[in-house]
């Protein structure tokens, strides 16, 4: 996404609608800290739901086709109505008794149909880039001057000169990681096959050393188990099994002062993390937290 700094501004001529749906907005979600919040987040959960990792294998939005993309952008518009708690118009969304088109890219510009332009409506602008995991969020009146020449469905691009035209609501903000980024997911859908829960357990977090998952993750493991994290605990489940392998494994929850000593990666609430001791002192460390055997 190209960085073009923003002329809105109040004497811009776009300035006066665009401050009043933003103020809207603002309320609606409970401010300018809680959309920074909470809207990269609602990013990653609308391209993690059409990836569907686990029955798809893919984890990227460039293993989607073209189709598939428009998906990501149907599902971050019924998550921003949410979001927003507004009702859907003859536009996406109704705002301070507005009504607003969502156009989302994970490209360069945005496509604007005949019907949003004709009358040169607002639109909430809503880019994402994968490649520095960063989203954008912002506001634009689609006037005709902003706009290249129509396509053979009428519909026109944002030209980048007019980027400086948008009003902002979050720049480049950083939004997560999808959580199966670092796996094999071949490996992933073999590893579901393996019969009984316990096992998978282990084999999984044998290979997966210092990695951080998330419960998400784990319970897509282990799917078929009523209480997938049972599976995990001391007791006989898979914690003990790799514990007398030399092998711990950690929530992120309730060891997170032992995992730091040991300079694993932050590992979070709802997450998990094993590791096998590469030093003589983490060995003993461990053994003294009675991790590992």
């Known amino acids: 996404m ?3 700094p923003s002329a809105i501004a109040p004497g811009h001529p776009d300035y006066e609608i665009l401050a009043e749906i ?11 800290d809680r959309l920074q919040e909470q809207f990269p987040a609602l990013v990653r ?4 739901s059409v990836l569907d990792p686990v029955l798809t294998c893919r984890t990227r939005v460039t293993e989607l086709d073209n189709v598939e993309k428009t998906f990501v952008g149907l599902k971050i518009e019924h998550l921003v109505r949410d979001m927003l ?3 859907k118009g003859l536009r996406d969304l ?4 507005r009504d607003v088109d969502i156009k989302n890219t994970t490209g360069d510009t945005w496509m604007i149909p005949a019907e949003t332009y004709r009358n040169e409506d607002p639109v909430l602008v809503i880019a994402s880039e994968e490649r520095t995991h960063r ?6 009146v689609t006037r005709k001057g902003y706009l290249g020449k129509p396509n053979q469905d009428k519909k026109r691009g944002v030209l980048s000169g ?3 035209n948008i009003m902002w609501l979050v720049e480049a903000a950083p939004y997560p990681e ?5 796996l094999d997911m071949d490996r992933f859908r073999e590893l579901r096959k393996v019969k009984g829960g316990k096992k998978r357990a282990c084999q999984f977090f044998r290979e997966n050393l210092r990695v951080p998952m998330h419960r998400t993750v784990i319970h897509a493991l282990l799917f078929d188990q009523d209480d997938f994290m049972k599976r995990l605990r001391e007791n006989g489940g898979a914690r003990d099994v790799l514990k007398a392998e030399g092998i711990a494994l950690l929530s992120g929850s309730y060891d997170a002062g032992l995992i730091a000593k040991l300079g694993l990666p932050h590992t979070g609430a709802g997450e998990m993390i094993s590791a096998a001791p590469r030093t003589a002192a983490e060995r003993r460390l461990m053994r003294l937290q009675n991790v590992i055997d």
């Open 2 to 4: 190209r960085k073009i």
């Open 22 to 32: 933003r103020s809207a907005i603002l309320r609606c979600v409970g401010g300018a």
């Open 45 to 48: 959960k609308a391209i993690d």
């Open 85 to 87: 708690d507004v009702p």
């Open 94 to 97: 109704v705002i301070n008794g």
């Open 135 to 140: 989203c954008w969020l912002g506001l634009l």
């Open 162 to 164: 007019a980027f400086r």
């Open 178 to 182: 999808s959580r199966w980024a670092h």
